[in-house]
C-alpha cells in the first residue's frame, strides 16, 4: 500500500503542472504512472488499451491540475480521473460493439489455486490476462472497486472518495464482485465461452 507521502504531490510539480511544464508531467508520471496503468489494466484488460488510457490520464492531468484542490490527496484526485476515464471507454467500447465478451482458453477453475481464496487467486496469482479475463466480465462499477481495493489496496474510505460514493455501497459492490469472481473460478473450464456482462 503506498504511503501517505506518496499519495501527495509536490507543491512545485503542482505549480509546474498549473503552468504547462512539461517537465512538471514527466515528474508526475514517474511518481504515479505505473498504479495509474495498473488500474486502466485492471479496468480495460487490454496493454495496448490501458498504455494509451495511462497517455490519456496525464494529458488530461496537464489540462485539468487547475481543477485540483489542494486540502485532498494528489493521488485520490488521480485515481478518480483515471476510473472516470476507464468507464467512459468501456461505456464508449460497449455501445460500438454490445456485451458480449470472448473469453480465452484457460478461464474457469483452472485458476484456483487452492492456497489461495478464489479472489486472490483470480486477481494477484500468477494467473495474468486470464485473471483480467475474469475482471473484464465484471459489470464496470463492481470492475472498478475490485481493482482499487484488491490491486492498489485502498481503504474503503479512500475508494468512496474516488467514486464519489458512500463507504457502505463500496462494501455492497465489492461484495458483488467478489462473490462474481469466486463463481467465475468454479466453473468448468469450457474452451472460448461467451459470457454476456451484466447490465
Request: aromatic share 4%; proline share 5%; net charge neutral.
Amino acid at each position: 500500500m503506498e504511503t501517505e507521502e506518496s499519495d501527495r504531490l509536490p507543491e512545485a510539480v503542482l505549480a509546474g503542472l498549473r503552468a504547462g511544464e512539461a517537465s512538471a508531467l514527466e515528474d508526475c508520471y514517474r511518481r504515479f504512472g505505473s498504479r495509474v496503468y495498473r488500474i486502466c489494466r485492471g479496468m480495460l484488460r487490454q496493454p495496448t488499451d490501458a498504455e494509451d488510457a495511462t497517455q490519456e490520464v496525464f494529458l488530461k492531468v496537464l489540462v485539468r491540475a487547475h481543477q485540483f484542490e489542494e486540502r485532498a490527496r494528489f493521488s485520490t484526485w488521480l485515481h478518480r480521473l483515471t476510473v472516470n476515464l476507464c468507464l467512459n471507454r468501456i461505456e464508449k467500447e460497449r455501445l460500438r460493439v454490445g456485451p458480449s465478451i470472448e473469453l480465452g482458453e484457460g478461464a474457469g477453475g483452472e485458476l484456483v489455486d487452492q492456497a489461495l481464496s478464489p479472489l486472490e487467486a483470480a486477481v494477484r496469482g500468477e494467473a495474468g490476462s486470464r485473471a483480467l479475463t475474469l475482471l473484464a466480465q465484471l459489470p464496470p462499477d463492481s470492475r472498478a472497486v475490485l481493482v482499487l481495493r484488491e490491486l492498489e489496496e485502498l481503504t474503503y474510505a479512500e475508494i468512496a472518495q474516488v467514486l464519489s460514493v458512500p463507504v457502505g455501497t463500496v462494501m455492497s459492490r465489492l461484495a458483488r464482485a467478489r462473490e462474481k469472481v469466486t463463481a467465475l473460478v468454479s466453473l468448468p473450464h469450457k474452451k472460448n465461452p461467451t459470457c454476456r456482462s451484466a447490465s
